[in-house]
């Protein structure tokens, strides 16, 4: 069956950077698939940060976060990994990775805490 | 980017009471919404995909409708395992957006 594992937890300072990893298995990994990364902030509705074709190594990021946000992927480890940057506050969130295609977001991640504090 | 303007904010029902909850969205999104259960602690659960299509596994008791831009999520015979939190998303437009949520208590 489809399984997405994330990295664990992480406590940052304000201005660093996270990279977080999600290794997928149960499915082809690079023929027409994606992953996406969503976030949940206490108290907020889920917020979309963007996606990757595992295939091709395409993203599309929110505008929100350009400049910031990196999502890449390692084919043969069946892994994806988003890379955020100037972390603050706002960024405090569980982070998800979801598994793309048809229908979206079947599967999810088991989420990982980012704590961002001084 | 699209708005999912999700009601009632929280719901408390009864175990057998039929329950429903809608999602407005902020300009048209054809089928492209899935309805996702969150129970406390736990991750989402795809319930509906495509507006009406029930996801694999998922009990007969949801089911999803849409009218133009209002989608309405509907839980017949509702038991003590459907306390939770549920939430609409569009994938319609990039960025793809969610409701706020509907917390269910029984």
């Known amino acids: 069956q489809v399984q997405l594992v994330q990295s664990g937890a992480e406590v940052k300072r304000p201005g660093a950077s996270v990279k977080l990893s999600c290794e997928a298995s149960?499915?082809?990994?690079?023929?027409?698939?994606?992953i996406h990364w969503l976030r949940q902030a206490p108290g907020q509705p889920f917020e979309w940060l963007g996606w990757?074709?595992?295939?091709?190594?395409?993203?599309r990021l929110s505008q929100k976060f350009q400049g910031r946000l990196n999502i890449t992927r390692d084919t043969p480890a069946t892994t994806a990994y988003m890379d955020l940057s100037s972390l603050t506050s706002a960024d405090t969130a569980v982070y998800f990775c979801?598994?793309?295609?048809?229908?979206?977001?079947?599967?999810w991640g088991q989420g990982a805490l980012v704590t961002v504090s001084s | 980017d699209i708005q999912m303007t999700q009601s009632p904010s929280s719901l408390s029902a009864s175990v057998g009471d039929r329950v429903t909850v809608t999602c407005q969205a902020s300009?048209?999104?054809?089928?492209?919404l899935n309805w996702f259960q969150q129970r406390p602690g736990k991750v989402p659960k795809l319930l509906i995909y495509?507006?009406?299509s029930l996801q694999t596994g998922v009990s007969s008791r949801f089911s999803g409708s849409r009218v133009g831009t209002d989608f309405i999520l509907t839980i017949t015979s509702l038991q003590p395992e459907d306390i939770a939190t549920y939430y609409c998303?569009?994938?319609?437009?990039?960025?793809?957006?969610f409701g706020q949520g509907t917390k269910l208590q029984i």
């Open positions: 990757i074709n595992t295939g091709n190594g395409n993203t």
């Open positions: 979801v598994k793309g295609g048809r229908p979206l977001f079947d599967s």
């Open positions: 495509d507006a009406t």
């Open positions: 149960g499915y082809s990994f690079n023929n027409k698939n994606a």
């Open positions: 998303q569009q994938y319609d437009n990039l960025p793809y957006t």
């Open positions: 300009q048209d999104i054809s089928k492209f």
